[in-house]
T-cell receptor, first 107, second 114 residues
Framework: KNEVEQSPQNLTAQEGEFITINCSYS?????LHWLQQHPGGGIVSLFM???GKKKHGRLIATINIQEKHSSLHITASHPRDSAVYIC?????????FGTGTRLQVFP | DGGITQSPKYLFRKEGQNVTLSCEQN?????MYWYRQDPGQGLRLIYY???????QKGDIAEGYSVSREKKESFPLTVTSAQKNPTAFYLC?????????????FGSGTRLTVV
């Protein structure tokens, strides 16, 4: 069983829709990261969470440590949100990456 | 602005040749990392360094080598011993240790071996 599982693998949405991407994990962690990878390949760090909830603009990330689950929400989605969203576990001195959720938002 | 610079963005090499990928950061970060990304898989750790002149193997270090002579620089050499070197390579850095406040990633180098 993988240590980190993301769902869904692929997601399409119409502009304006509310998006949820899920991340479940099975190991102890010190923090969880949500990352965004654009088609060119570069990765941007969106959030680092160790508990509760964080919000940045239209993005909201939550984590439930007891249930080993995190969600990334995008409100009022826009075509420029189209990217791969990656969940990564901070496990001592290295990151464990999920395989990513590919999001496409159509106008 | 501070950040990580990876160069080149695209690299082509003939089979059997060694190739070195550059990673430079001006963030004053102690820890630096090299990851490999293949289609449909999560990023996998090749090597990491938490301090100058010291580095550790990651999960897939075979066929790769690194050096950390300066805090700012962590070059990765893909040697001819790497069986399947064609991939996307990402460098990252962080402050490291208990003060870790998140990771910064480079824009990546796509290596194609022909």
């Amino acid at each position: 069983k993988n240590e980190v599982e993301q769902s869904p693998q692929n997601l399409t949405a119409q502009e304006g829709e509310f998006i949820t991407i899920n991340c479940s994990y099975s190991v102890g962690i010190s923090a969880l990261h949500w990352l965004q990878q654009h088609p060119g390949g570069g990765i941007v760090s969106l959030f680092m969470l160790s508990s509760g909830k964080k919000k940045h603009g239209r993005l909201i990330a939550t984590i439930n440590i007891q249930e080993k689950h995190s969600s990334l929400h995008i409100t009022a989605s826009h075509p420029r949100d189209s990217a791969v969203y990656i969940c990564a576990l901070d496990n001592t001195d290295k990151l464990i990456f999920g395989t990513g959720t590919r999001l496409q938002v159509f106008p | 602005d501070g950040g990580i610079t990876q160069s080149p963005k695209y690299l082509f090499r003939k089979e059997g040749q060694n190739v070195t990928l550059s990673c430079e950061q001006n963030l004053n970060h102690d820890a630096m990392y090299w990851y490999r990304q293949d289609p449909g898989q999560g990023l996998r750790l090749i090597y990491y360094s938490q301090i100058v002149n010291d580095f550790q193997k990651g999960d897939i270090a075979e066929g790769y080598s690194v050096s950390r002579e300066k805090k700012e620089s962590f070059p990765l050499t893909v040697t001819s011993a790497q069986k399947n070197p064609t991939a996307f390579y990402l460098c990252a850095s962080t402050t490291g240790g208990a003060s870790n406040d998140g990771y910064t990633f480079g824009s990546g180098t796509r290596l194609t071996v022909v």
